[in-house]
């Protein structure tokens, strides 16, 4: 399985005057880490990809820590990578365990698309909120099917 996550609450991005890749969570997003943390926690996930992005690294933070794995800084998971994102998405059909991916809302509609292009099913909601997480299933490295999770569901 693996479980793409759009970074939690960050607050707006005209509002912060340091470079936006520095942007932390706001007190929601903050809140939103701990529930797709409680949200995912008993998956036997191992290993944790984050984009270079602050707020990204600080949304997974709660599961990586429970978890005790370290978050790998993934490049291609930053904004505006969509092209090596669904290439890297792609190469995770490969492991044989559960990881985690957290990136952009530019680049996780981006990346569904594709894999919809390649014949993805989509089960449940289409949308890509903050702090909400894609689950997708794979079968012998092929995708098999996704599930939508809304930060609200698991409130």
Known sequence: MIYLIRHASAGARYNFDRNDFERPLDAHGVLQAE?????????PIQK??????VRCQQSVAP??????LEIEVE??????????ATALIKKMLNTSYDVVACSHG????E???????????????????????????????????????????FQ
């Open 35 to 43: 529930q797709l943390n409680e949200a995912l926690r008993s998956q």
């Open 106 to 109: 530019d680049v996780i509609p």
């Open 75 to 84: 490049p291609d998971l930053f904004e505006g990578s969509h092209a090596a």
């Open 48 to 53: 944790v990809l984050s984009s270079r992005a």
């Open 63 to 68: 599961l990586a820590r429970h978890l005790n």
């Open 111 to 153: 990346i569904l698309g594709d894999l919809i292009n390649e014949g993805l099913q989509i089960r449940g909601g289409r949308s890509c909120a903050k702090g909400s997480i894609w689950a997708l299933s794979s079968s012998e490295a092929q995708l098999s099917g996704s599930y939508y999770s809304s930060p609200l569901e």
